[in-house]
């Protein structure tokens, strides 16, 4: 069983930046063994997969929306992945979580495809 642990959540203003944070713990598995998906739900939607990163580094394409200012990173020595958002918008605002999915399945990005799950974390955009 992996956990997976998600922070840097919080409120910010529009155009603003917020790096997130999603830490994994398992006995007898690392973060290695796996791809991680980070995905969004905006209050009253469905939760949208944003992009993945396979266990090597390698990063799948971005959903348009967030192109150009989301950055996905993992450092395995530390069993961490990381989400740098920048540019914020009202829209961003909502539930982060980060997934995991088995390494030799590949990356993806729908919700039934993931093996684990975060808590999630909040983010509001507003001024």
């Known amino acids: 069983q992996l956990q997976l642990a998600e922070s840097g959540g919080g409120l910010v203003q529009p155009g603003g930046s917020l790096r997130l944070s999603c830490v994994a713990s398992?006995?007898?598995?690392?973060?290695?063994?796996?791809?991680i998906v980070w995905f969004h739900q905006a209050p009253g939607k469905e939760r949208e997969g944003l992009s993945c990163?396979?266990?090597?580094?390698?990063?799948?394409d971005y959903v348009d929306s967030v192109k150009g200012r989301f950055t996905l990173s993992r450092d395995n020595a530390r069993d961490t992945a990381y989400l740098e958002m920048n540019s914020l918008k009202p829209e961003d605002t909502g539930d982060y979580f980060c997934a995991a999915r088995y390494a030799f399945k590949g990356c993806a990005q729908a919700s039934f495809m993931m093996n684990f799950w975060g808590q999630g974390t909040s983010v509001t955009v507003s001024s």
């Open positions: 990163i396979s266990n090597n580094g390698e990063v799948t």
């Open positions: 398992a006995s007898g598995l690392t973060l290695h063994d796996f791809v």
